[in-house]
């Protein structure tokens, strides 16, 4: 783990060329999908991962998994990675489940060095990885149509590295972007097919929900899975 932002950006840009783009991933609505999400507690210095694990065609829980950690990286934009990445590690290590296709809350090559969270997580575990991300960072886009399922490109230039998407009518778009093993319009379809009831996909909900509840438990000295 680099102790500082200039090795964590030369890890980033070794890292970057293992990503794999030439893999459509697996098909959205089938196999099993996990979200993954970080809880902070800056004051202690304390993080805490979550991996939820549902089935993907009906979304029912298949199994879950945390896990805590201390913050070893400072806060640096671009490089979250790797305050988050320890401990996600952690969390994905202790399933006994396939996690099939990875969702992280966060960007792949929707990064200014092209190798955000969801690419560095797939590199490091060779699992299909997607970013669903709330904001936009810091690329730009034309807003996708009011209905659900409209999108645009997300663009960095003329390069598309993402796309906003409409998961429900009337609701601010998210922000898609490959991490590795799979295509962007297929991240887009996986999108959709897990946020069915809500803007945000459940595996991106469930998992916050579940890390926020570990954080709790860890920092009020309760039990934590």
Not at 51 to 71: I, K, Y
Not at 141 to 147: D, I, R, S, T
Not at 201 to 217: G, I, M, N, S, V
């Amino acid at each position: 783990m680099p102790s500082d932002a200039a090795g964590a950006r030369a890890l980033q840009d070794a890292l970057r060329g293992r990503v794999i783009l030439d893999e459509p991933g697996p098909p959205p609505g089938t196999g099993r999908v996990t979200g993954v999400d970080v809880a902070y507690d800056d004051e202690r210095d304390i993080v805490a991962a979550a991996a939820v694990v549902l089935d993907g065609a009906t979304l029912e829980l298949v199994e879950e998994a945390t896990a805590v950690g201390r913050v070893s990286f400072p806060y640096v934009p671009g490089l979250l990675a790797f305050r988050e990445i320890p401990t996600v590690l952690a969390a994905l290590e202790k399933l006994a489940a396939d996690p099939g296709l990875v969702v992280c809350d966060g960007y792949g090559r929707a990064h200014p060095r092209r190798f955000g969270l969801a690419s560095h997580l797939g590199v490091l575990t060779g699992l299909p990885v997607i970013g669903v991300a709330k904001n936009p960072f810091t690329f730009t886009y034309e807003p996708p149509g009011p209905e659900r399922g409209d999108q645009s490109p997300l663009l960095d230039g003329a390069e598309e590295v993402g796309r906003a998407v409409r998961t429900r009518a009337g609701t601010k778009p998210v922000y898609v972007s490959v991490g590795h093993r799979t295509g962007l319009d297929n991240a887009v379809a996986h999108t959709l097919a897990l946020a069915r009831d809500f803007r945000q996909p459940e595996t991106t909900r469930r998992a916050d929900a579940l890390c926020r509840r570990a954080l709790r438990e860890a920092t009020a000295g309760g039990p934590a899975a």
